[in-house]
C-alpha cells in the first residue's frame, strides 16, 4: 500500500538516493571551477553587463567631454654636463658632477625639489594664480568636496572658520601645488632630463617648462658661488689664524736659541768624541794605579819578610840588583841595601799617588763633559721640535694661502654642470582628457563590473532557480515546475484554473499530475501527500490546484486538510459553515462521509481540519488515523494530503508513514538551501524519501531577469501569451 521508498543503509549509501546530509555534501563539495558554467551566468547576464557598460560609457564620456578640464602638456630638455673642465682644478670647491646613477638620480631630485618649485612661484607670480592658488577661483556651487563638507557638518556639526592663511603659507600651499603639475623625469641611460609642465593654458605650461630650466642652471651656478664664497671667507679666516701660529712658532725658536749655549749637531758629535777618549784615558790609568798598588803591597810584603833576593826581584831596579851582589859579597851592608829598597818603594807609592791624582781629574773630567752632554742633547731635541713645528706651520700656511688664492680666482669664473639642450614649445593639443581612451576604459570597466555583479549575485545566491539547480542540489527528481498565479487573494486562485485552463499555471498541475501518475507505471499512487521545509511555499496551493486537476480526470477525489495548527483551507473557497471535520471522525463523533464536504469551486471532496487542544502529532500516529486512512483508499481513487511544513513540525514525517507520494514543494528562488538540505534530512531521519520535488511559485519575469527565460520549458510561451494579453 505504502509506496514511499523507505530509506536504509544501503539505500541511503545508493547516489540516487541521498539522505540530508548526503544532500549537503552534494551542495558543497563543488569546489570545482566549471568555465562552461560561469560562461552561462555571464551569459544570463549579458544584458545587465551590457547596461553597466552603457552607464559607465555615458558617465565616462559625460566626464571627458564636459566635466573634464583640457589641460596642455609640453617639456624642456636639461642635459648633465659630467665632463666639464675647470678653469683652476680646486676639486673641493668647484668640481663637475661625476656621471654615475647616483649623481643622475641627486640632480633628478634637485629638479624635484620644493626650493626650486618655491623660487619658480616666485619668479611667475604663480600665487595669483587661480589654478594653483584655490582661494582665487570661483565658486563651482556645487563639488564633491563640499559634499563631504556637508554630510560631515550634519555628523560632526559645523566646522569653526579656518582664519586665512599667512603668506608664508600660501606659498608652501601654492607651491605644493605647482610641484604636482610638474614631472621631472630622466631619458633612460643617457645624462637628459625631461623637464613637463602640465596646465590648463598651453603658454603657460611653455613658460614654467622654460623657467625652470633655466632656473635649475642657474641654481647650480649660484651653488658654485656660494660655496666658493664660503670657501674664500673661510680660507681667509683660517690663513689669518695660521700665520699667527706660523710666527709664534718662529719667535719661540728664536727665544730658545737665545737662552740657550750655541748647540748645534757637530758640537754635540765633538763633546760626544772627547767623552770617548777620557773614558779610554781614564780606564788606562785606573788600570795601571792597580798595577802599582799590586807590586806596592808585592814589595812591603817582600820588605816585610827580609829576603833581600825576593825585594830584589820584584823591584827589578840594576842599582839594587847590583846592590845585592855587593851585599851578598860583603862589600857593602845591608843596611844601605834595605835603605835603597825603601826609597824606591816610596817612589813607586809616588807613582801611586800621582796616578790617582790623574784618575780623579779623569773622572771629574769625563762627569763634566757628560752632563755637558746631557743638557746639549735636551736643548738640542727642544729646538729640533720646535724648528719642525715651526716648518710644519710654514708648510699648512703656505697650502691654505695657495687654496686661497685659487678659490679667489674661480670667483666669477664658475660654470655650470648642466645646460639647456631643448626649449619647450607651444603645445597645440591638449595632453589630457584622452577622451577615446576614456570612454573604452570606462566601457571595460563597466564590463567588469557587470561582470562582477553578476558574478557577485550568483555567488550569494542560496536559493533555487532552476530546476536542474534543485535536482542537482537535492539529488530527488524534480517532478513539476509551478510558476506563480497572479491571482492576489487565496480564494481566486482555483478560480485563475477553472478559468483559465490553458494557463501556464494550469498545464504545469496538468505536466505534475501526470509526472506523478507515471511515477508508478505498475501501481500508481493513491494516497498523495504535500509538505515543504518552512511555511510559504505553496504547498497548500499544490494540493487545491492537484486535486481539482484530478477531478478532470473523472476520479474519486478527497482532499485532507492535514495542517490542522494553521486551518488555511477556507481562506481558499467559501465554505465556513461545518461543525465536523477530521478530529470529528478521528473521535469517533461523526462519520467520514458525514464530515466530507462537497467544494463546488474545487469539484472534490474535502476532509477540513478543525481546530483541537490535543497533540496533533500524537493525533497522526494513533491507530484512528492509520483507520481513517485505510477507509479513505477504499472510498476514494485518489487522496491528497496536505501537512504542515517539515522544519517547523513533525506531523509530516508521521503522516508520511501511511501515503504512497510525497511531493516536498520548493519555493522559487526565496527557500534557501540549508533550509531544504535540513528538510529532506529531516524525512530521511524517519526512513522517507520524497518521490520528488516541485519548484513552486516560479516568476517567469524574474526568471528572465536572471537570464533563464529559456528555461522554464514548454510553459514558458504560455506564460509569454498571458501577460502580453
Given at each position: 500500500m505504502n509506496?514511499?521508498?523507505?530509506?536504509?543503509?544501503?539505500?541511503?549509501?545508493?547516489?540516487?538516493?541521498?539522505?540530508?546530509?548526503?544532500?549537503?555534501?552534494?551542495?558543497?563539495?563543488?569546489?570545482?571551477?566549471d568555465l562552461g558554467q560561469l560562461f552561462r551566468t555571464l551569459w544570463r547576464g549579458k544584458w545587465w553587463i551590457a547596461a553597466c557598460m552603457a552607464v559607465a560609457v555615458l558617465i565616462g564620456g559625460y566626464y571627458a567631454y564636459i566635466v573634464a578640464v583640457p589641460v596642455y602638456s609640453t617639456t624642456a630638455f636639461v642635459t648633465l654636463e659630467n665632463r666639464q673642465e675647470q678653469v683652476v682644478d680646486f676639486e673641493s670647491v668647484v668640481s663637475g658632477l661625476a656621471g654615475d646613477q647616483t649623481s643622475i638620480n641627486t640632480e633628478v631630485e634637485v629638479l624635484k625639489s620644493r626650493e626650486l618649485a618655491k623660487k619658480l612661484v616666485v619668479k611667475l607670480d604663480l600665487v595669483n594664480d587661480p589654478e594653483f592658488n584655490g582661494r582665487l577661483r570661483e565658486d563651482p556651487g556645487f563639488s564633491v568636496g563640499q559634499a563631504k563638507s556637508f554630510v560631515k557638518g550634519l555628523i560632526t556639526g559645523p566646522e569653526p572658520e579656518a582664519p586665512a592663511p599667512t603668506e608664508e603659507?600660501?606659498?608652501?600651499?601654492?607651491?605644493?601645488?605647482?610641484?604636482?603639475?610638474?614631472?621631472?623625469?630622466?631619458?633612460?641611460?643617457?645624462?637628459?632630463?625631461?623637464?613637463?609642465?602640465?596646465?590648463?593654458?598651453?603658454?603657460?605650461?611653455?613658460?614654467?617648462?622654460?623657467?625652470?630650466?633655466?632656473?635649475?642652471?642657474?641654481?647650480?651656478?649660484?651653488?658654485?658661488?656660494?660655496a666658493t664664497q664660503r670657501a674664500t671667507e673661510w680660507l681667509s679666516e683660517r690663513v689669518a689664524d695660521l700665520q699667527v701660529d706660523l710666527e709664534a712658532a718662529e719667535a719661540e725658536v728664536k727665544a730658545f736659541n737665545a737662552q740657550t749655549e750655541l748647540i748645534s749637531p757637530e758640537a754635540l758629535e765633538g763633546l760626544n768624541r772627547q767623552a770617548k777618549d777620557t773614558r779610554e784615558r781614564l780606564k788606562l790609568t785606573t788600570e795601571r794605579a792597580q798595577a802599582a798598588a799590586s807590586r806596592i803591597e808585592a814589595l812591603q810584603a817582600a820588605g816585610a819578610s827580609g829576603n833581600r833576593q825576593e825585594m830584589a826581584r820584584i823591584l827589578n831596579n840594576p842599582t839594587l840588583n847590583q846592590s845585592l851582589k855587593r851585599v851578598e859579597s860583603g862589600t857593602m851592608p845591608g843596611e844601605l841595601f834595605d835603605t835603597q829598597f825603601d826609597q824606591l818603594v816610596r817612589g813607586e807609592t809616588v807613582g801611586l799617588t800621582r796616578l790617582e791624582g790623574q784618575i780623579s781629574g779623569l773622572t771629574q773630567?769625563?762627569?763634566?763633559?757628560?752632563?755637558?752632554?746631557?743638557?746639549?742633547?735636551?736643548d738640542l731635541v727642544t729646538l729640533q721640535q720646535l724648528t719642525r713645528e715651526a716648518e710644519a706651520a710654514r708648510s699648512i700656511y703656505e697650502y691654505f694661502l695657495g687654496r686661497l688664492k685659487e678659490t679667489s680666482v674661480q670667483q666669477g669664473i664658475q660654470q655650470a654642470d648642466s645646460r639647456v639642450l631643448s626649449k619647450a614649445v607651444l603645445p597645440t593639443f591638449p595632453s589630457a582628457p584622452r577622451k577615446s581612451r576614456i570612454v573604452a576604459l570606462a566601457g571595460i570597466l563597466g564590463l567588469m563590473l557587470g561582470a562582477g555583479l553578476i558574478l557577485l549575485r550568483e555567488f550569494l545566491n542560496n536559493t533555487f532557480r532552476t530546476s536542474q539547480q534543485l535536482e542537482t542540489g537535492t539529488g530527488v527528481t524534480v517532478m513539476g515546475q509551478i510558476p506563480r498565479l497572479p491571482a492576489r487573494k487565496r480564494r481566486n486562485v482555483i478560480k485563475y484554473l477553472r478559468e483559465k485552463p490553458a494557463s501556464a499555471a494550469a498545464e504545469a498541475i496538468?505536466?505534475?499530475?501526470?509526472?506523478?501518475?507515471?511515477?508508478?507505471?505498475?501501481?500508481?499512487?493513491?494516497?498523495?501527500?504535500?509538505?515543504?521545509?518552512?511555511?510559504?511555499?505553496?504547498?497548500?496551493?499544490?494540493?487545491?490546484?492537484?486535486?481539482?486537476?484530478?477531478?478532470?480526470?473523472?476520479?474519486?477525489?478527497?482532499?485532507?486538510?492535514?495542517?490542522?495548527?494553521?486551518?488555511?483551507?477556507?481562506?481558499?473557497?467559501?465554505?465556513?459553515?461545518?461543525?465536523?471535520?477530521?478530529?470529528?471522525?478521528?473521535?469517533?463523533?461523526?462519520?467520514?462521509?458525514?464530515?466530507?464536504?462537497?467544494?463546488?469551486?474545487?469539484?472534490?471532496?474535502?476532509?477540513?481540519?478543525?481546530?483541537?487542544?490535543?497533540?496533533?502529532?500524537?493525533?497522526?500516529?494513533?491507530d484512528r488515523f492509520a483507520q481513517l486512512m485505510k477507509a479513505v483508499r477504499s472510498a476514494y481513487d485518489i487522496i491528497i494530503i496536505d501537512t504542515p511544513p517539515v522544519l517547523v513540525v513533525p506531523d509530516a514525517r508521521t503522516i508520511a508513514q501511511h501515503v504512497d507520494a510525497l511531493l516536498f514543494a520548493v519555493h522559487w528562488d526565496s527557500t534557501e538551501q540549508t533550509q531544504v538540505s535540513e528538510g529532506l534530512r529531516?524525512?530521511?531521519?524517519?526512513?522517507?524519501?520524497?518521490?520528488?520535488?516541485?519548484?513552486?511559485?516560479?516568476?517567469?519575469?524574474?526568471?528572465?531577469?536572471?537570464?533563464?527565460?529559456?528555461?522554464?520549458?514548454?510553459?514558458?510561451?504560455?506564460?509569454?501569451?498571458?501577460?502580453?494579453?
Amino acid at each position: 500500500m505504502n509506496n514511499i521508498e523507505p530509506i536504509n543503509q544501503n539505500t541511503a549509501a545508493h547516489p540516487n538516493h541521498p539522505t540530508g546530509p548526503q544532500v549537503e555534501t552534494v551542495i558543497a563539495d563543488d569546489d570545482e571551477i566549471d568555465l562552461g558554467q560561469l560562461f552561462r551566468t555571464l551569459w544570463r547576464g549579458k544584458w545587465w553587463i551590457a547596461a553597466c557598460m552603457a552607464v559607465a560609457v555615458l558617465i565616462g564620456g559625460y566626464y571627458a567631454y564636459i566635466v573634464a578640464v583640457p589641460v596642455y602638456s609640453t617639456t624642456a630638455f636639461v642635459t648633465l654636463e659630467n665632463r666639464q673642465e675647470q678653469v683652476v682644478d680646486f676639486e673641493s670647491v668647484v668640481s663637475g658632477l661625476a656621471g654615475d646613477q647616483t649623481s643622475i638620480n641627486t640632480e633628478v631630485e634637485v629638479l624635484k625639489s620644493r626650493e626650486l618649485a618655491k623660487k619658480l612661484v616666485v619668479k611667475l607670480d604663480l600665487v595669483n594664480d587661480p589654478e594653483f592658488n584655490g582661494r582665487l577661483r570661483e565658486d563651482p556651487g556645487f563639488s564633491v568636496g563640499q559634499a563631504k563638507s556637508f554630510v560631515k557638518g550634519l555628523i560632526t556639526g559645523p566646522e569653526p572658520e579656518a582664519p586665512a592663511p599667512t603668506e608664508e603659507q600660501l606659498l608652501e600651499n601654492v607651491t605644493t601645488t605647482v610641484t604636482r603639475a610638474i614631472n621631472i623625469s630622466n631619458v633612460r641611460n643617457t645624462y637628459v632630463f625631461k623637464i613637463t609642465a602640465t596646465t590648463e593654458d598651453p603658454l603657460k605650461s611653455r613658460l614654467m617648462a622654460n623657467t625652470l630650466a633655466d632656473l635649475y642652471v642657474l641654481n647650480q651656478l649660484d651653488v658654485k658661488f656660494e660655496a666658493t664664497q664660503r670657501a674664500t671667507e673661510w680660507l681667509s679666516e683660517r690663513v689669518a689664524d695660521l700665520q699667527v701660529d706660523l710666527e709664534a712658532a718662529e719667535a719661540e725658536v728664536k727665544a730658545f736659541n737665545a737662552q740657550t749655549e750655541l748647540i748645534s749637531p757637530e758640537a754635540l758629535e765633538g763633546l760626544n768624541r772627547q767623552a770617548k777618549d777620557t773614558r779610554e784615558r781614564l780606564k788606562l790609568t785606573t788600570e795601571r794605579a792597580q798595577a802599582a798598588a799590586s807590586r806596592i803591597e808585592a814589595l812591603q810584603a817582600a820588605g816585610a819578610s827580609g829576603n833581600r833576593q825576593e825585594m830584589a826581584r820584584i823591584l827589578n831596579n840594576p842599582t839594587l840588583n847590583q846592590s845585592l851582589k855587593r851585599v851578598e859579597s860583603g862589600t857593602m851592608p845591608g843596611e844601605l841595601f834595605d835603605t835603597q829598597f825603601d826609597q824606591l818603594v816610596r817612589g813607586e807609592t809616588v807613582g801611586l799617588t800621582r796616578l790617582e791624582g790623574q784618575i780623579s781629574g779623569l773622572t771629574q773630567s769625563l762627569d763634566n763633559i757628560e752632563d755637558q752632554i746631557e743638557r746639549q742633547s735636551k736643548d738640542l731635541v727642544t729646538l729640533q721640535q720646535l724648528t719642525r713645528e715651526a716648518e710644519a706651520a710654514r708648510s699648512i700656511y703656505e697650502y691654505f694661502l695657495g687654496r686661497l688664492k685659487e678659490t679667489s680666482v674661480q670667483q666669477g669664473i664658475q660654470q655650470a654642470d648642466s645646460r639647456v639642450l631643448s626649449k619647450a614649445v607651444l603645445p597645440t593639443f591638449p595632453s589630457a582628457p584622452r577622451k577615446s581612451r576614456i570612454v573604452a576604459l570606462a566601457g571595460i570597466l563597466g564590463l567588469m563590473l557587470g561582470a562582477g555583479l553578476i558574478l557577485l549575485r550568483e555567488f550569494l545566491n542560496n536559493t533555487f532557480r532552476t530546476s536542474q539547480q534543485l535536482e542537482t542540489g537535492t539529488g530527488v527528481t524534480v517532478m513539476g515546475q509551478i510558476p506563480r498565479l497572479p491571482a492576489r487573494k487565496r480564494r481566486n486562485v482555483i478560480k485563475y484554473l477553472r478559468e483559465k485552463p490553458a494557463s501556464a499555471a494550469a498545464e504545469a498541475i496538468r505536466n505534475l499530475r501526470t509526472s506523478i501518475m507515471l511515477s508508478n507505471v505498475d501501481k500508481p499512487p493513491q494516497v498523495i501527500m504535500l509538505t515543504s521545509s518552512i511555511p510559504g511555499e505553496g504547498k497548500t496551493t499544490i494540493s487545491l490546484a492537484l486535486a481539482q486537476s484530478f477531478s478532470g480526470l473523472d476520479k474519486r477525489v478527497l482532499l485532507i486538510e492535514g495542517d490542522l495548527r494553521r486551518l488555511v483551507f477556507s481562506e481558499y473557497f467559501s465554505e465556513k459553515d461545518y461543525e465536523t471535520g477530521m478530529i470529528s471522525v478521528l473521535a469517533g463523533q461523526t462519520r467520514l462521509q458525514d464530515a466530507v464536504r462537497q467544494i463546488p469551486e474545487v469539484g472534490t471532496d474535502v476532509l477540513l481540519g478543525e481546530k483541537t487542544e490535543a497533540n496533533v502529532a500524537d493525533l497522526f500516529s494513533s491507530d484512528r488515523f492509520a483507520q481513517l486512512m485505510k477507509a479513505v483508499r477504499s472510498a476514494y481513487d485518489i487522496i491528497i494530503i496536505d501537512t504542515p511544513p517539515v522544519l517547523v513540525v513533525p506531523d509530516a514525517r508521521t503522516i508520511a508513514q501511511h501515503v504512497d507520494a510525497l511531493l516536498f514543494a520548493v519555493h522559487w528562488d526565496s527557500t534557501e538551501q540549508t533550509q531544504v538540505s535540513e528538510g529532506l534530512r529531516m524525512l530521511a531521519s524517519v526512513n522517507i524519501r520524497p518521490s520528488g520535488v516541485v519548484l513552486s511559485q516560479i516568476d517567469m519575469k524574474g526568471m528572465k531577469r536572471y537570464g533563464y527565460g529559456g528555461q522554464y520549458g514548454a510553459y514558458s510561451r504560455y506564460g509569454r501569451k498571458y501577460y502580453t494579453n
